[in-house]
């Protein structure tokens, strides 16, 4: 089962318990139609969120880099090992714009690079 699957199976608990709290509350507090309207919008909006939050916390969580991976790279050669460094640098990359909110100056500067180097880079993975 894959991270994906998880996240989907936790979702569909969180419809279904959601829905069920929905109602309880509805008919605990005998709410009007609009009262009722309101509760499920805002369900809904906290439902959207937590799927945003999910996909959002599993973009990464597929990216894994072994002392064996390195390992077989060496061995494989020179184009093995490339691989496996744009893969790295795309990695930096990457969370370097997340950790900004998408500033390519400042991630260019935590990566120690100027922002045409930057730019030059996130090309060369074709990661845009």
């Known amino acids: ?13 969180l419809y279904k318990e959601l829905d069920q709290l929905e109602n309880q509350i509805i008919a605990d507090c005998h709410l009007t139609n609009e009262e009722s309207e309101q509760l499920e919008l805002l369900v809904t909006k906290a439902i959207k969120y937590g799927e945003l939050v999910a996909k959002r ?4 969580a597929n990216i894994v880099l072994r002392e064996s991976d390195i390992d077989t790279a060496i061995i494989s050669g020179s ?7 744009e893969h790295v640098e795309y ?3 990457s969370k370097s714009l997340e950790y900004t909110r998408g500033n390519v100056t400042k991630a260019a500067e935590i990566l120690g690079w100027n922002r045409g180097t930057f730019n030059k880079r996130r090309k060369r993975g074709g990661k845009e």
Do not use: P, W, Y
């Not at 184009?79 to 460094?85: D, N, Q």
């Open 1 to 13: 089962m894959n991270i994906a699957t998880n996240i989907q199976a936790a979702i569909d608990v």
């Open 57 to 60: 916390d599993s973009k990464g």
């Open 79 to 85: 184009e093995a090992v490339k691989g496996v460094l």
């Open 91 to 93: 990695v930096f990359i």
